[in-house]
């Protein structure tokens, strides 16, 4: 049997306030057409569905009631003209999002279960960019009364964060029966937000992101939501949750793009993005089994214990190629942030605890050391041209800030620092005109604020070809050197 929360805020629970009664009248009129004008359109091309004439088909289908598509048509005409008296920056994240969900609709994905969350959406950024403050990018904000968190994306407004949400939900019941109530609330805030999807429900995403256009779904949400709801049924022994939870858990069933998963050899790998098939972050992997763990060691589902079982076999085959034997990667060849290194080893020893599979305990062994253990850097440049532009390329086993120095004797020549990743960079520098030894002094601080240096040296060797000594100004000291920063690796980190 269908769990559908749906009806009572649909109409009224995302309500500015303001009487729909009129805007009843005026959808209804716009229904109908003449028999002339069937003939016009016929003889034309369609025109592109826009957000209005979406609302009055879901109406006219009897999708959703007529208070409902007025409503929406309400808060849908104040949004606009709210954005049409708005200047500079608040006026352009405002029209950023109307412009995002107009192409919703025109691309045929304005469902009725997708109107709640949408015209949510709508609402709050009408009610930041009104008063709020600017925001940085990445900043998230709540308000007041409700306990959804959402993030500032530039050029896309505020957007419902929901893994942020369903993991505030995670905290809310891990700070214990105190924090219940507040837990509650939360979850009763975000089960209508669900849309139907792949036959069950998800709780999708309404901006583009990294070329995805939405809805989209990720299965690190759509887990960290399973094991909310499994929370919820654990702390009020309601079995409201664990219904949701159920439909929940199919879109963790079904293949890209309405779902998040794909059958593998070994057993199964959950997406990070619905949009990205091809995309394998081992940390959204890791907490989509954590999230599926909890679901079925409280529902006792066969479908989740199963779902766990793939995963995990998919997951412990992949693992090791996300240790670079430093350091971790987000994904193949890009390592982690400190945060995000933080947040895999967490997982890691979460599953170890879980598990107790080798792979799991050891590799979060490996990467809590990570946290304490220097870089290494090794200089791979032994000489170089006097005069000439050359490479100074050096091997790094994690990503620090590295910073160079040449010089002979107690006088610097060339002196720069900036960021690379693990494995063969280069700096591209100016050679000194004058031959002879000079000293390389490299240091490297990780990201966790450790700290080396090493020293090597440098054989400057006589330029070819130089010009006589009397073509040259008499007054013109000789140049000593230069840099220009090559700040991408010089080769595969592989």
Known sequence: MRWRYLAAVSAAGLALGLSATAGAAGLALGLSATAGAAGRTA????????????LRRLVGAGSITPAAGAQYMTQWRQALGMENRLRGARAAELRDVT???????????????????IFLTLQRN????????????GQRVTFPGSGLVWEYYPGQGLQLQVLASFAHANALYAAGPSSYPALQSLLGELIPLAADRAGGLAWEYY????GGRPPWISAMAQATALQALSDGYRAFSDPTYLVVAAQALVPLTAPPPAGVSIPTALGRRFLQYSFAPGADIINAFLQTLIGL???ATVSGSAEAQTLFAQGNAQAQAELPAFNTGSWSLYQPGLEDDLSYHQLVTGFL??????????????????????LRTPPVIKPLTAHARAGRPFALRFRLSKKARVGVVVARGNRRVLTTSAQFPYG??????????QPGTYAIRLSATDLAGNYTRTAATLNILPARGRRKASS???????????????????????
């Not at 000291?477 to 690796?489: E, H, K, R, V």
């Open 43 to 54: 003889r034309q091309a369609a025109p592109q569905p826009t957000m209005v004439s979406e």
């Open 99 to 117: 412009v995002t969900l107009h192409q919703i609709a025109a691309d045929g994905q304005l469902t009725p279960s997708r109107l709640p969350a």
């Open 126 to 137: 009408v009610q930041w960019w009104t008063s709020g403050s600017l925001l940085s990018y």
């Open 207 to 210: 901006f583009d992101f990294d």
């Open 293 to 295: 763990d909890r679901y």
């Open 349 to 370: 020893t979460q599953l170890c605890g879980l598990t107790t599979a080798p792979v799991y305990c050891t590799t979060a062994s490996a990467f809590q050391q990570d």
């Open 424 to 433: 063969v960079n280069a700096v591209s520098l100016l050679a000194p005109t």
């Open 472 to 494: 040259r100004s008499p007054t013109r000291p000789p140049s000593t050197g230069g840099t220009t920063l090559a700040g991408t690796s010089a080769a595969s980190p592989h």
